[in-house]
């Protein structure tokens, strides 16, 4: 893979920073906690209020103990494809070694999640659909669902990386195709890469709320019941 | 420079590789995106009270579809590494 000509080390740093100014932010807005809150207090219940009604709707009224790792997730990562815009930054999730993780965390958790709504028996049930399909095709499809659940953490840490990296990589080729020819440089000021950027900032929010609404979605998924209604979250791969 | 015939036809292939399959595949996903973005809109227009459900719906979707292009963007980079420069 073509990689950053950087150590990944510098990238630990980034994502060590990113998890330290997540921890100040919760420590600060939760010291002094009031019934009328202030500013920092306000706006830490509003990103909460906001992942509570989207784990709800999700993944129905049990999924109000998903509200901290599908947040956490979504903060982090949004913290860390923001400070790829920052100069001196890089975006700790412009690298694979970033982003597999966190795709991994979340797929055993998921398993962790599946098997205790469903007991081991049910696991395994659930992927060949035993009962929902005609048994003989039960065990062509455990094949199926295995290799698909398979690659949820591949798809979700692939996704993250490619476009934290593709938009350093465009960014990287409009500099050096013009401002490099042009000015012998590539320190000058000259804001070539200012619409990448600007789609960096959007793209670094759609992207950590993809990650933690599809965490939802695969939590969905493992736990749902049979009773219960799941119209946006069904045949989401 | 004087190429083999088997040099010559893999660089001209890893060329085409390298020079087409993204674009086929941004052409493939803008289609699609285009039509999701489009029933959402349509969604949206008949139920403007579900909207905040279909534009997360349409989200997703456009993620998906969106990481099919990334894929081939990694493969893109991938293979954009195996061609030789000019002093090669």
Same mark, same amino acid.
């Given at each position: @893979?073509?990689?950053? +000509?950087?150590?990944?080390?510098?990238?630990?740093?980034?994502? $060590?920073?990113?998890?330290?100014?997540?921890?100040?932010? =919760?420590?600060?807005?939760? %010291?002094?906690?009031?019934?009328?809150?202030? %500013?920092?207090?306000?706006?830490?219940?509003?990103?909460?209020?906001?992942?509570?009604?989207?784990?709800? &709707?999700?993944?129905?009224?049990? $999924?109000?103990?998903?509200?901290?790792?599908?947040?956490? !997730?979504?903060?982090?990562?949004?913290?860390?494809? /923001? @400070?790829?815009?920052?100069?001196?930054?890089?975006?700790?999730? =412009?690298?694979?070694?970033?982003?597999?993780?966190?795709?991994?965390?979340?797929?055993?958790?998921?398993?962790?999640?599946?098997? %205790?709504?469903?007991?081991?028996?049910?696991?395994? #049930?659930?992927?060949? %659909?035993? $009962?929902?399909?005609?048994?003989?095709?039960?065990? *062509?499809?455990?094949?199926?669902?295995?290799?698909?659940?398979?690659? #949820?953490?591949?798809?979700? &840490?692939?996704? !993250?990386?490619?476009?934290?990296?593709? #938009?350093?990589?465009?960014? /990287?080729? /409009?500099?050096?195709?013009?401002?490099?020819?042009?000015?012998?440089?590539?320190?000058?000021?000259?804001?070539?890469?200012?619409?990448? *950027?600007?789609?960096?900032?959007?793209?670094?929010?759609?992207? =950590?709320?993809?990650? &933690?609404?599809?965490?939802?979605?695969?939590?969905?998924?493992?736990?749902?019941?049979?009773?219960? +209604? +799941?119209?946006? &979250?069904? +045949? =989401?791969? | 420079?004087?190429?083999?015939?088997?040099?010559?036809?893999?660089?001209?292939?890893?060329?085409?590789?390298?020079?087409?399959?993204?674009?086929?595949?941004?052409?493939?996903?803008?289609?699609?995106?285009?039509?999701?973005?489009?029933?959402?809109?349509?969604?949206?227009?008949?139920?403007?009270?579900?909207?905040?459900?279909?534009?997360?719906?349409?989200?997703?979707?456009?993620?998906?579809?969106?990481?099919?292009?990334?894929?081939?963007?990694?493969?893109?980079?991938?293979?954009?590494?195996?061609?030789?420069?000019?002093?090669?």
């Amino acid at each position: @893979m073509e990689e950053h +000509h950087v150590s990944p080390w510098v990238f630990a740093f980034f994502a $060590g920073i990113a998890a330290v100014v997540l921890v100040i932010f =919760a420590l600060l807005s939760t %010291r002094n906690l009031q019934k009328r809150p202030g %500013r920092l207090q306000n706006f830490a219940e509003a990103i909460y209020e906001f992942f509570d009604n989207l784990a709800v &709707s999700v993944v129905g009224e049990h $999924g109000r103990k998903y509200v901290p790792l599908a947040g956490t !997730l979504f903060l982090f990562i949004l913290i860390s494809n /923001l @400070m790829g815009l920052i100069p001196p930054g890089l975006a700790p999730t =412009a690298t694979l070694n970033t982003t597999i993780p966190l795709a991994v965390i979340v797929i055993l958790y998921v398993q962790y999640e599946s098997i %205790r709504a469903r007991g081991i028996v049910g696991y395994f #049930k659930h992927f060949a %659909r035993w $009962g929902e399909v005609p048994a003989p095709i039960s065990p *062509l499809l455990f094949v199926i669902e295995v290799v698909s659940e398979l690659a #949820k953490p591949v798809s979700l &840490s692939v996704r !993250l990386y490619a476009n934290m990296f593709g #938009k350093e990589q465009v960014a /990287l080729a /409009l500099i050096t195709a013009l401002a490099v020819p042009i000015f012998k440089s590539a320190y000058v000021p000259l804001p070539i890469q200012f619409p990448v *950027l600007m789609l960096g900032l959007l793209v670094g929010f759609v992207q =950590a709320f993809v990650f &933690s609404i599809l965490t939802l979605i695969y939590l969905a998924l493992a736990t749902e019941h049979h009773d219960e +209604h +799941h119209g946006e &979250s069904a +045949h =989401a791969h | 420079m004087q190429f083999e015939l088997g040099t010559g036809l893999y660089l001209l292939g890893l060329a085409l590789a390298v020079g087409l399959g993204l674009p086929i595949a941004v052409i493939g996903a803008a289609l699609g995106q285009g039509r999701a973005a489009a029933g959402a809109m349509e969604g949206m227009a008949r139920q403007p009270e579900m909207a905040g459900r279909i534009q997360t719906g349409m989200i997703i979707a456009l993620a998906f579809i969106e990481s099919l292009v990334l894929f081939s963007f990694v493969i893109f980079f991938l293979l954009q590494g195996r061609l030789p420069t000019i002093g090669q």
